[in-house]
């Protein structure tokens, strides 16, 4: 089973893609949750533990659309937003205009979304599991979500959303951290320029189970950004040289992670000491970079 960081990424997705895609717009737990449990292959119990997640490190917004009422067996009901600015405009212009259409066909008369908000909020209760009362809990609250993005914008940034949600499942990450770190790379001789070694290596070599089962649970990215916040670049150098590390996107981003703490390097003094190992590990990853694009040893 994939772990759980995996898939809140895989569910933050989904949830994205319904806001920008789906006729609907917002996917609701009334009737996601059970199309979530068979797609992710999780228990519904699981999947609102995850969506809990994806809210705490500030991937969606989770709204209340319909209050749990025990005397009337009404069961509660959320709605679940992707955090991000151009989606929450989208979508309060969406639930604007269904909030209007819906008091027009019921009231008979228009008028505009704040000015609905404003006269039916305060008596909310009186339409909870309601269309209109849906509509009204959603526009009241995106309006909400926007001005918390707005004010609070770094923390809806993704190293700040990676940072939290690996917090939230840090026992996984340290079995992440153990698995990347046992498996067993084979040497290559450092005498020899990249290149030859490169062209020297071996393509049917054995690949680690560490490494493979590791990939099952975590995502390439995740597990290499491991070994950079351990300053392992030696290792990451390794995973390319034995053919652990060999798609074209997975190398560019090695390459291009080790740019953007190069440019980084005067805030951190520990980092200074790398600078060796950084520059050589850059130049390996485009020399691979460069083969791969030229076609030279890309059935390996």
Excluded at 157 to 162: A, E, F, P, V, Y
Aim: charged share 35%.
């Amino acid at each position: 089973m994939a772990g759980s960081i995996k898939v809140c990424l895989d569910l933050a997705d989904m949830i994205r893609k319904e806001n920008l895609e789906s006729r609907e717009k917002i996917p609701t737990s009334d009737t996601h949750l059970r199309v979530w449990s068979s797609q992710l292959a999780r228990t519904e119990e699981d999947i609102r533990k995850l969506l809990t997640s994806l809210r705490d490190s500030h991937y969606i917004f989770i709204v209340s659309i319909v209050s749990p009422d025990p005397n009337l067996f009404v069961y509660g009901e959320d709605a679940y937003v992707f955090a991000e600015p151009f989606i929450l405009n989208e979508l309060k212009k969406h639930s604007e205009e269904s909030l209007e259409k819906l008091y027009e066909a019921s009231n008979y008369k228009r008028k505009s979304a704040f000015q609905i908000t404003r006269e039916l909020f305060p008596k909310i209760k009186e339409f909870n599991n309601t269309p209109l009362g849906r509509s009204i809990n959603l526009s009241v609250m995106l309006e909400e979500f926007q001005r918390m993005l707005t004010a609070q914008s770094y923390e809806y940034t993704d190293q700040w959303r990676r940072n939290k949600l690996q917090e939230i499942y840090k026992d996984e990450v340290l079995v992440a951290e153990e698995l990347a770190n046992s498996a067993n790379f084979r040497e290559t001789d450092p005498t020899k320029r990249a290149i030859d070694q490169l062209k020297d290596q071996a393509p049917k070599e054995k690949i680690d189970s560490n490494w493979v089962k590791a990939k099952e649970n975590f995502s390439t990215e995740f597990l290499l950004r491991v070994h950079f916040r351990k300053y392992e670049f030696d290792i990451v150098k390794k995973l390319i040289q034995s053919g652990k590390l060999k798609e074209e996107k997975d190398i560019k981003y090695v390459r291009d992670t080790i740019q953007l703490m190069e440019s980084r390097m005067e805030q951190d003094n520990l980092l200074k000491r790398y600078a060796n190992e950084m520059i050589e590990l850059r130049r390996y990853a485009q020399a691979k970079l460069n083969m791969i694009r030229q076609g030279v040893g890309s059935k390996q």
